[in-house]
């Protein structure tokens, strides 16, 4: 099993900057696509971008040019840096990760909140 835990959530004026972390831990040998979703109130999850373990990367357009992922696999650690926020991106952003057989990996979340 792999372990996930988000940080770097808070409070941002529109137009700010914010950058999420997601730090893995446990059986990190059977990682595979890692990804960043979030949820905003009263919606459903939604991915906003994905990152295979060499690097690839793939971004939801409401997040494209914007929002940017990586993954440093020798820190244990995936990054979302998030510019040019805006209200719609309040949310709670969820760390993902795929292991392969059909097992996957959730964190439990961190909040942004973004004002205009």
Known sequence: QVQLVESGGGS????GSLRLSCVFSGSIFRLGVMAWYRQPPGKQ???VARISRGGETA??????GRFTISRDNAKKTMYLQMNSL????TAVYYCYAAMGSGMESWGKGTLVTVSS
């Open 59 to 64: 971004t939801a357009d409401s997040a494209k």
């Open 12 to 15: 941002a004026q529109a137009g």
């Open 86 to 89: 805006k209200s719609d991106d």
């Open 45 to 47: 999850r939604e991915l």
